[in-house]
């Protein structure tokens, strides 16, 4: 099973970036995937998730608004949609996967990493 990310790279504060996780190896519709990121010296934070059998998706509070997350089972890739970014949404990202029909927001319940696609914001 893995999982590639990509998408990101440098943008401006106000720019966007759409990031991409391609699965390979799983039942994309048996898991619930989810995004996460990690900021140097932070903890790491789950921005939201989508389950094979809906085609919403869970953001945290934090992206509300700014970030969303959809998915093309044909493709099997899951995306993140990054709008109005600030300097403050520097950080790796991280797409994962879980066994189940079930986002979580912890981290420890994921099964699969992706390799983490670097974001970085200027001011």
């Known amino acids: 099973v893995q999982l590639q990310a990509s998408g990101g790279g440098l943008v401006q504060a106000g720019g966007s970036l759409r990031l991409s996780c391609e699965v390979f190896?799983?039942?994309?519709?048996?898991?619930?995937m989810a995004w996460f990121r990690q900021a140097p010296g932070k903890e790491r934070e789950f921005l939201g998730g989508?389950?094979?059998?809906?085609?919403?998706?869970d953001n945290t509070d934090s992206v509300k608004g700014r970030f969303s997350i959809t998915r093309d089972s044909a493709k099997s890739t899951l995306y993140l949609q990054v709008n109005s970014l600030k300097p403050e949404d520097t950080a790796i990202y991280y797409c994962?996967?879980?066994?189940?029909?079930?986002?979580?927001?912890?981290?420890?319940?994921?099964?699969?990493w992706g390799q983490g696609t670097q974001v970085t914001v200027s001011s």
């Open positions: 989508i389950t094979w059998n809906r085609d919403g998706s």
């Open positions: 994962v996967a879980r066994i189940g029909p079930v986002v979580s927001p912890y981290d420890y319940l994921y099964n699969y």
């Open positions: 190896g799983l039942t994309f519709s048996y898991y619930a």
